[in-house]
């Protein structure tokens, strides 16, 4: 899952892109409304931390010029007194807000919320043969006993899991999995590929060549 992060204070901005970067996701971040709406019309992120007070163009331009082109859910960050700005992001439509100063333990779970639902996922729980991935608490079993990923080896099991029985190019793989900082020139992805292999068993991601992966 590929995130981005709108916010122009910097303290918060790299609180926040770390804190969800642990979670496993592929974060980038805009520090102006203005690369704020460019990057988040040019990819197709899995969902978007919007702060309202931004420089250049504020948080409700850039939701409006989303909103133009795409149904990305959108999570905003407003002052905790603009009430306005709440039912006006909403009736905009952001899909949830949260209010400044805010804990970050309460984003990661709204922002999990959030894409699970626009996911339409219906259940925490995907069971391909012996493997067993809880999307709610990120972990997987091998015949009912733990295996330790770690949380970007997760989120590619979960991406395909999620996908079970399509192929999945290794475009999109990068473009969910990686964030603007990751040299998609390099082998990580037949890196995190092969490690998963390693802990779930060889046949479990299944490569075809020219085409990219999937869990049969
Ligand atoms: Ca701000």
Redesign the pocket.
Same mark, same amino acid.
């Given at each position: 899952m590929r995130l981005l992060i709108v *916010? #122009? *204070?910097p303290d918060l901005l790299r609180a926040l892109a770390r804190a969800l970067r642990e979670d496993g996701y592929a974060v980038d971040t805009a520090e102006d409304g203005e690369d704020g709406r460019f990057k988040a019309l040019e990819c197709d992120y899995d969902a978007i931390v919007l #702060?309202?007070? =931004?420089p250049v163009i504020n948080g409700l331009e850039v939701l409006k010029a989303l909103r133009a082109k795409k149904q990305t859910p959108v999570l905003m =960050?407003t002052a905790r007194t603009a009430v306005n700005h709440r039912i006006e992001g909403l009736n905009t439509g952001a899909d949830d807000y949260l209010a400044k100063p805010f804990d970050i333990n309460e984003l990661r779970a709204r922002l999990r919320a959030l894409i699970r639902r626009s996911g339409g996922q219906a259940r925490d729980q995907i069971v391909i043969g012996g493997v067993n991935v809880d999307t709610w608490s990120k972990s997987v079993t091998l015949s009912g006993e733990p295996v330790v990923l770690t949380a970007r080896e997760y989120a590619l099991v979960e991406y395909l899991a999620l996908r079970r029985g399509k192929m999945v190019s290794r475009t999109e793989l990068y473009e969910h999995l990686f964030d603007e900082n990751e040299d998609s020139l390099s082998n990580l992805l037949d890196v995190r590929v092969s490690l998963v292999r390693k802990k779930l068993g060889a046949e479990f991601i299944q490569t075809r060549r020219g085409q990219g992966y999937c869990i049969p």
């Amino acid at each position: 899952m590929r995130l981005l992060i709108v *916010e #122009d *204070e910097p303290d918060l901005l790299r609180a926040l892109a770390r804190a969800l970067r642990e979670d496993g996701y592929a974060v980038d971040t805009a520090e102006d409304g203005e690369d704020g709406r460019f990057k988040a019309l040019e990819c197709d992120y899995d969902a978007i931390v919007l #702060d309202w007070m =931004l420089p250049v163009i504020n948080g409700l331009e850039v939701l409006k010029a989303l909103r133009a082109k795409k149904q990305t859910p959108v999570l905003m =960050l407003t002052a905790r007194t603009a009430v306005n700005h709440r039912i006006e992001g909403l009736n905009t439509g952001a899909d949830d807000y949260l209010a400044k100063p805010f804990d970050i333990n309460e984003l990661r779970a709204r922002l999990r919320a959030l894409i699970r639902r626009s996911g339409g996922q219906a259940r925490d729980q995907i069971v391909i043969g012996g493997v067993n991935v809880d999307t709610w608490s990120k972990s997987v079993t091998l015949s009912g006993e733990p295996v330790v990923l770690t949380a970007r080896e997760y989120a590619l099991v979960e991406y395909l899991a999620l996908r079970r029985g399509k192929m999945v190019s290794r475009t999109e793989l990068y473009e969910h999995l990686f964030d603007e900082n990751e040299d998609s020139l390099s082998n990580l992805l037949d890196v995190r590929v092969s490690l998963v292999r390693k802990k779930l068993g060889a046949e479990f991601i299944q490569t075809r060549r020219g085409q990219g992966y999937c869990i049969p």
